[in-house]
């Protein structure tokens, strides 16, 4: 069946200017989570969705970043007056959240702000 | 302590070798772990689940010590395409971050 999508998979932005980023995760999956990476760095966690409840929120660097899911499926994620520090690039991922919580990884948005 | 942690290597072993790698993780209630791999500027993609009782797939082979909180991977008879780097996952009760912790990787090269 069809993966986790994101889109753009790249995007150049000027300092100053905000963008959104989108994530389709797996049909079904009720747990969706957006990350980001630094060039040779680990995952950072931003946020998290389960479902219907609250999400968490703790990740986020600063009040900049913001995100939602509509319909508990699709979620946005914007940066909103974008610093050269945000270049990264930006994973969101979905899970089943049963038994297992595997992760399965969209391929991800590369963000280069300039 | 770290709650997930990892040596980042990098590993550099000839192709043919036998190579491990040791995470260790701070929750004691932790209850699902994993072995995720990735690429350079790639996603993250599952490699195992990492089971209790051990388990083997392939050329791997992830174990789990929960007395000492830490979970290996042997990977035989490395290949050129086993480079990669190697993240550990453990499961968070009761903490935030959606539940899941990620290590910050063991990279692995594998060389003719």
């Known amino acids: 069946g069809a993966g986790v999508s994101q889109s753009p998979s790249n995007k150049v932005t000027e300092k100053g200017k905000d963008v959104e980023l989108r994530c389709d995760p797996i049909?079904?999956?009720?747990?969706l989570y957006w990350y980001r990476q630094s060039l040779g760095q680990g995952l950072e966690f931003l946020i998290y969705?389960?479902?219907?409840?609250?999400?968490?929120k703790s990740g986020l660097p600063s009040d900049r970043f913001s995100a939602e899911r509509t319909g508990g499926s699709v979620s946005t994620l914007t940066i909103q007056r974008t610093q050269q520090e945000d270049s990264a690039v930006y994973l969101c991922?979905?899970?089943?959240?049963?038994?297992?919580?595997?992760?399965?990884f969209g391929p991800g948005t590369r963000l280069t702000v300039t | 302590r770290k709650e997930v942690e990892q040596d980042p290597g990098p590993f550099n072993v000839p192709e043919g070798a036998t190579v491990a790698f040791n995470c260790t993780y701070s929750?004691?209630?932790?209850?699902?772990f994993f072995w995720y791999r990735q690429d350079c500027r790639k996603e993250p993609k599952l490699l195992m689940s990492?089971?209790?009782s051990g388990n083997e797939d392939g050329r791997f082979t992830a174990q789990l010590n929960r007395a000492s909180q830490y979970i290996s991977l042997l990977i035989r008879d490395s290949k050129l395409s086993d480079s990669a780097t190697y993240l550990c996952?453990?499961?968070?009760?009761?903490?935030?971050?959606?539940?899941?912790?990620f290590g910050k990787g063991t990279k692995l090269s594998v060389k003719p």
């Open positions: 996952v453990v499961n968070m009760i009761g903490g935030s971050q959606g539940n899941l912790i």
């Open positions: 991922a979905s899970s089943n959240r049963g038994i297992t919580y595997e992760q399965y």
């Open positions: 049909s079904g999956h009720t747990a």
């Open positions: 990492v089971y209790s």
């Open positions: 929750n004691s209630a932790s209850q699902s």
């Open positions: 969705f389960q479902g219907n409840s609250a999400p968490d």
